[in-house]
């Protein structure tokens, strides 16, 4: 672990002495009938019982590791770069220990690795200021939408309405979908989820409907608006939270992928919880290794109150059993690897930050020479996208999947991303993968097949 680490001093104000965190009983009323009526796996239950010294287990029907081909396990990375910010000039070959490459090739614990476990809940100490057993705990998916979706399941019964930031990630609206929620839905501007519309929705809530207990919200680089919510509507959206009760369902992929300098980037809603004097346990945050390692490992880690992560943990076991024991041990061999470390983990991120800054340059210098009077945006902060409104479209899904197409470019039209699913003239472009040269040409057949629309309607 990067011993040259240290809390930002954001963190390190008004932290209340002794932290108080809201009672179990408080979750077993937010829980949905599904989690509340899981049984734990009998099998997997016991596992942790075969750690017992001297213990000759007949448990579980683990295969025997003698009959796996797999004897060993070598691959190559690239270091992060060095701390005075220079780029390694060689890749480091990187071998997993015999004895963790057999753990990882075994069945595993539900929850995850528990050596990359501790190496998260350090993670979090560093970058949150929320320190290991104080009140919360922390668990590894398949990659956050694992998570996303089995929190979802054990948070909503049929017809349950939930607060949701919009336009919103089209990858949630289906599983809210089919949890059947009711999507209520918060409008979002540049400066993020707006307080004032949140505030108006829960004031004006009939006292005869039951009120909606969750908000889901992408506070960095909103996907697919790009917008990161400024710190002062997260402490108000805190504050409403508590005066209405409800808890934050933060999803966080982005996180690492700010793009504004270090002292005015906002902190998260599950260290700003801690520092509220108010007691903790209203923030269920999801991390993702997908944007800063990689999206193939199929890692993502959710912190939060256990009640609630006991339930998704509960889900895993009677479904995908566990997150993959071999991608689980690759990450944590490259964490804990001489160059890496938290203190490498964070110059990595902020170098993967730095680029895609680049890039987002690049975008935008495009955008503004072939469509400038054509189409309206803001400039996204952190994360991958441009959201951006068709100047004389009201529905850009005609023009994105006809004109767009016939042209040669892609995008992804607006309507996927509103969870009624109604016309808009906003798309999404990801700015992630194209070169320089690449972009330029994109946008100018973007105009082009503007200027085909705009001939077909005179
Ligand atoms: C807002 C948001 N949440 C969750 C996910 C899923 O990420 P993961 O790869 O960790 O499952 C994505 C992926 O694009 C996303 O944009």
Redesign the pocket.
């Known amino acids: 672990m990067g011993g040259s680490t240290t809390i930002p001093p954001q963190l390190l104000v008004a932290q209340p002495m002794a932290l108080e965190s809201l009672p179990e009983s408080y979750y077993r009323d937010l829980l949905s009938d599904v989690a509340k009526s899981r049984r734990p796996s009998p099998i997997r239950s016991l596992f942790p019982l075969e750690n017992t010294p001297g213990i000759l287990s007949l448990l579980a029907g683990k295969p025997n590791p003698a009959s796996f081909p797999f004897t060993g396990l070598t691959f190559t990375a690239r270091p992060p770069p060095s701390t005075n910010g220079e780029l390694a000039l060689e890749d480091s070959a990187i071998s997993l220990p015999s004895a963790d490459l057999q753990a990882a090739l075994q069945y595993g614990p539900t929850a995850g690795l528990p050596a990359l476990i501790e190496w998260l809940y350090e993670l979090q100490r560093v970058v949150h200021g929320r320190g290991k057993g104080e009140g919360w705990s922390l668990i590894v998916g398949?990659?956050?939408?694992?998570l996303?979706s089995k929190a979802i399941v054990a948070l909503f019964n049929p017809g349950d309405p939930v607060l949701v930031q919009s336009p919103v990630?089209a990858?949630?609206i289906p599983v809210f979908q089919s949890a059947q929620c009711d999507q209520i839905e918060v409008e979002t501007d540049a400066d993020g989820i707006s307080t004032d519309a949140l505030r108006s929705i829960l004031e004006s809530w009939p006292t005869n409907q039951k009120k909606p207990r969750v908000l889901y919200t992408?506070p960095y680089g909103g996907?697919p608006t790009g917008a990161t919510t400024t710190v002062d509507r997260r402490r108000e959206v805190l504050a409403l939270a508590r005066e209405h009760d409800f808890i934050i369902l933060e999803?966080d992929?982005?996180h690492y992928l700010y793009f504004g300098p270090a002292e005015s980037r906002p902190l998260s809603y599950f260290a700003l919880e801690r520092s509220s004097g108010h007691p903790v346990g209203r923030v269920l945050r999801?991390d993702?290794?997908?944007?800063v390692l990689s999206?193939g490992l199929?890692?993502?880690f959710a912190s939060g109150p256990t009640p609630l992560l006991r339930a998704i943990e509960a889900h895993t076991g009677i479904t995908n059993l566990q997150p993959p024991g071999i991608t689980q041990a690759i990450l944590l061999a490259l964490l804990t690897s001489a160059e890496w470390g938290h203190a490498g983990f964070l110059r990595h991120v902020t170098h993967v930050s730095e680029f895609y800054k680049a890039k987002r340059d690049v975008f935008e210098a495009a955008l503004r020479r072939h469509l400038g009077d054509a189409v309206q945006w803001s400039t996204p902060q952190s994360g991958l996208f441009f959201w951006f409104r068709l100047r004389h479209e009201d529905d850009s899904e005609a023009f994105v999947r006809e004109k767009a197409f016939e042209r040669g470019v892609l995008a992804l039209p607006g309507t996927v991303f509103l969870p009624d699913g109604r016309k808009t003239g906003y798309a999404r472009a990801a700015f992630s993968l194209l070169g320089e040269e690449e972009v330029d040409e994109a946008l100018r057949r973007l105009a082009l097949a503007l200027r085909d629309a705009s001939a077909a309607v005179s």
Do not use: H
């Open positions: 398949n990659g956050s939408q694992d996303l990630y990858g949630v992408i996907n999803d992929p982005y999801m993702s290794a997908s944007k999206a199929r890692i993502g």
